[in-house]
């Protein structure tokens, strides 16, 4: 069974603050994905990453960065948090261009 | 670019009716299409995928969906649902090119009533 875990099921933040956002999977997928899941505006990319040490933006970057240090770890970075950076985020990963795998999901709320 | 649009963003149903969630698609190469459900606090799961073959696909749990390349369409059935159904279902596609990402449509919230 793949598994992809994340770091924190539920986050609370302040204004200002720097925030990991940790993600693993343990079935050697070299693509990572991080989304983020608002409702009525379904799933938007933030960023991905085809292997180690590379990353791409997705849709909607702007106050996000990525670190992919090893295959198996894609860490979300919020520089500065805000509170239009409260959501659900989602990370998964998969194989070439198939079935992508998700975590359960971090829900973050930024006061 | 590719698009998806799920019409419905909420379909209230009866138990043991049928149900069908519509999805279309725009893309101007081939595609690879999905189906993922999301129960009430956790993640996405795959339901179903066409990748290429039988057109008519088919999940575990007795959802099945269509390709229609004409209507570019792959809308998701199920002839009598069950409470355990409940769900945000999200139609998503990919181009067969290698290293595309995929898009999501918004979502449809299935409601099954008893």
């Known amino acids: 069974d793949v598994k992809v875990t994340q770091s924190s099921r539920y986050l609370v933040k302040r204004t200002g603050e720097k925030v990991f956002l940790e993600c693993v999977q343990d079935?050697?997928?070299?693509?990572m994905f991080w989304y983020r899941q608002d409702p009525g505006l379904g799933l938007r990319l933030i960023y991905f990453s085809y292997d180690v040490k590379m990353k791409e933006k997705g849709d909607i970057p702007e106050g996000y960065s990525v670190s992919r240090e090893k295959k198996e770890r894609f860490s979300l970075i919020l520089e500065s948090a805000s509170t239009n950076q409260t959501s659900m985020y989602l990370c998964a990963s998969r194989v070439e261009n198939n079935e992508q795998f998700f975590g359960p999901g971090t829900r973050l709320t930024v006061l | 670019a590719q698009s998806v649009t799920q019409l419905d963003s909420q379909v209230p149903v009866f138990e043991e009716a049928p149900v069908e969630l519509r999805c279309n698609y725009s893309?101007?190469?081939?595609?690879?299409l999905f189906w993922y459900v999301q129960y009430p606090n956790q993640g996405l799961q795959l339901l179903l995928k066409?990748?290429?073959?039988?057109?008519l696909v088919e999940s575990i749990n007795g959802f099945e969906a269509e390709f229609n390349k004409s209507q570019t369409s792959f809308h998701l059935r199920k002839p009598s649902v069950h409470i355990s159904d409940t769900a945000e279902y999200f139609c998503?596609?990919?181009?067969?090119?290698?290293?595309?990402?995929?898009?999501f449509g918004p979502g449809t919230s299935l409601s099954v009533i008893p």
């Open positions: 066409y990748l290429s073959g039988s057109t």
């Open positions: 893309s101007s190469v081939s595609v690879y």
């Open positions: 079935m050697d997928h070299e693509n």
């Open positions: 998503a596609v990919t181009s067969k090119t290698s290293y595309d990402t995929v898009i």
